[in-house]
Protein backbone atom coordinates (compact mmCIF):
# COMPACT_ATOMS: atom_id res chain seq x y z
CA UNK A 1 0.00 0.00 0.00
CA UNK A 2 1.04 3.76 -1.10
CA UNK A 3 0.73 7.15 0.82
CA UNK A 4 0.11 9.69 -1.78
CA UNK A 5 0.03 13.29 -1.02
CA UNK A 6 -2.51 15.02 -2.80
CA UNK A 7 -1.59 18.49 -2.42
CA UNK A 8 2.73 19.77 -2.21
CA UNK A 9 4.19 19.84 1.37
CA UNK A 10 5.26 23.12 0.84
CA UNK A 11 5.64 23.78 5.11
CA UNK A 12 8.99 23.28 6.61
CA UNK A 13 9.35 22.22 10.04
CA UNK A 14 10.25 25.58 11.38
CA UNK A 15 7.56 27.56 9.56
CA UNK A 16 5.50 24.71 11.16
CA UNK A 17 6.96 25.76 14.95
CA UNK A 18 6.70 29.30 14.59
CA UNK A 19 3.06 28.75 13.15
CA UNK A 20 2.36 27.13 16.34
CA UNK A 21 3.99 29.38 18.57
CA UNK A 22 1.96 32.73 16.48
CA UNK A 23 -1.04 30.62 17.11
CA UNK A 24 -0.35 30.21 21.17
CA UNK A 25 0.23 33.09 22.29
CA UNK A 26 -2.59 34.75 20.09
CA UNK A 27 -4.78 32.24 21.91
CA UNK A 28 -3.42 32.97 25.12
CA UNK A 29 -3.56 37.07 24.25
CA UNK A 30 -7.53 36.23 23.49
CA UNK A 31 -7.84 34.84 26.94
CA UNK A 32 -6.04 37.50 28.83
CA UNK A 33 -8.70 39.79 27.16
CA UNK A 34 -11.71 37.85 27.72
CA UNK A 35 -10.37 37.62 31.38
CA UNK A 36 -10.48 41.46 31.23
CA UNK A 37 -13.66 41.94 29.97
CA UNK A 38 -15.32 39.18 32.66
CA UNK A 39 -14.11 40.88 35.53
CA UNK A 40 -16.00 43.88 34.76
CA UNK A 41 -18.95 44.69 36.23
CA UNK A 42 -22.49 44.70 34.16
CA UNK A 43 -22.86 48.22 34.70
CA UNK A 44 -18.98 48.95 33.61
CA UNK A 45 -19.60 46.78 30.88
CA UNK A 46 -23.07 48.54 29.94
CA UNK A 47 -21.04 51.82 29.54
CA UNK A 48 -19.04 50.54 26.95
CA UNK A 49 -22.19 48.96 25.53
CA UNK A 50 -21.46 45.42 25.62
CA UNK A 51 -23.02 42.71 27.16
CA UNK A 52 -21.95 39.77 29.02
CA UNK A 53 -23.41 36.80 27.00
CA UNK A 54 -21.18 38.42 23.82
CA UNK A 55 -18.18 38.79 25.17
CA UNK A 56 -16.77 35.13 24.08
CA UNK A 57 -17.88 36.14 20.58
CA UNK A 58 -16.44 39.54 20.71
CA UNK A 59 -13.19 38.49 21.68
CA UNK A 60 -12.56 35.24 19.88
CA UNK A 61 -14.86 36.02 16.72
CA UNK A 62 -15.10 39.32 14.29
CA UNK A 63 -16.22 41.83 17.41
CA UNK A 64 -14.12 44.79 18.19
CA UNK A 65 -13.83 46.36 21.46
CA UNK A 66 -11.56 49.29 23.45
Same mark, same amino acid.
Given at each position: ????????????F??? =??? !? &?? #???????? *???L $? =??? !? &?? #???????? *???? $????????????S
Open positions: MAFTLTEPHTESLEG =AFA !S &LR #DFFTTDSK *LSQ $D =ALM !S &LS #DAELDKRG *LKRK $DLGQLVFGTGTW
